[in-house]
T-cell receptor, first 112, second 117 residues
C-alpha cells in the first residue's frame, strides 16, 4: 500500500473550516484514500473515503487532486469535539485484500 | 451504522497470566477482522488479520504463539495474550470488515486497555 505524509499537528479556530492535507504521491490506480480519526483513548472512527472524485458526507468533504497524488479533508465548521488525531490512509479495495496501515496522522486541536 | 464491541474495556492482570479479549460485530457479519496494538503517543500498529474459519495472518515481528487469535464465527474474534508481561501493556483495538458488497470501510471497536503488573 502507498505511504502517506501528513503534517504532525494543526490548530483550528472553533466554527472555522479545518483543512487537513495529505500527500500520497505513490498511490496506485486501484487504491482508495480513506480518512479516519481517533479521539483520545477511543477506537478510530471512519470519516470518508474516495477513489478519484470529490466526496461529501455529513461529517466532511474529501477533495482529491486530479493526479491523485494528494488530498484534503475538510471539516466545514470545526467544533471542540473534532479535536482528534486524523489519519489519511491509502489502500486497495477490500476485495483485493487491502489492509489499513496507519501512519502518524495529524493531531488537530480545535480552539475556542 | 455498523457497531463493533470489545470486551473487556480494560483489564489488569499479573505477569505470567493469560488474558482473552473479545471483538464482536453487533449488527453485521464480518469475514475479516483485524487486531491492532497502540502504545502511548504512538499510532496504531497492525498485529494480525483474522479470517473466519482459518488461521490468522500475523504481521512481521508479531509472535503468533504469544498472541493467539481465533475467529470462530462471522461476528466474533478473540485475541489471547499468553503469559503476559509488563511490556505487553498496551491499548488493543480490533476492527471488522463487513462482507463484500455492503460497506467498503472497516469499523473499529472502542479498544481494550491491558495493564500487566
Amino acid at each position: 500500500d502507498a505511504k502517506t505524509t501528513q503534517p504532525p499537528s494543526m490548530d483550528c479556530a472553533e466554527g472555522r473550516a479545518a483543512n487537513l492535507p495529505c500527500n500520497h504521491s505513490t498511490i496506485s490506480g486501484n487504491e482508495y484514500v480513506y480518512w479516519y480519526r481517533q479521539i483520545h483513548s477511543q477506537g478510530p472512527q471512519y470519516i470518508i473515503h474516495g477513489l478519484k472524485n470529490n466526496e461529501t458526507n455529513e461529517m466532511a468533504s474529501l477533495i482529491i487532486t486530479e493526479d491523485r497524488k494528494s488530498s484534503t479533508l475538510i471539516l466545514p465548521h470545526a467544533t471542540l469535539r473534532d479535536t482528534a488525531v486524523y489519519y489519511c490512509i491509502v489502500r486497495a479495495d477490500y476485495n483485493q485484500g487491502g489492509k489499513l496501515i496507519f501512519g502518524q496522522g495529524t493531531e488537530l486541536s480545535v480552539k475556542p | 451504522g455498523a457497531v463493533v464491541s470489545q470486551h473487556p474495556s480494560w483489564v489488569i492482570c499479573k505477569s505470567g497470566t493469560s488474558v482473552k479479549i473479545e471483538c464482536r460485530s453487533l449488527d453485521f457479519q464480518a469475514t475479516t477482522m483485524f487486531w491492532y496494538r497502540q502504545f502511548p503517543k504512538q499510532s496504531l500498529m497492525l498485529m494480525a488479520t483474522s479470517n473466519e474459519g482459518s488461521k490468522a495472518t500475523y504481521e512481521q515481528g508479531v509472535e503468533k504463539d504469544k498472541f493467539l487469535i481465533n475467529h470462530a464465527s462471522l461476528t466474533l474474534s478473540t485475541l489471547t495474550v499468553t503469559s503476559a508481561h509488563p511490556e505487553d501493556s498496551s491499548f488493543y483495538i480490533c476492527s471488522a470488515q463487513p462482507l463484500a458488497g455492503t460497506y467498503n470501510e472497516q469499523f473499529f471497536g472502542p479498544g481494550t486497555r491491558l495493564t500487566v503488573l
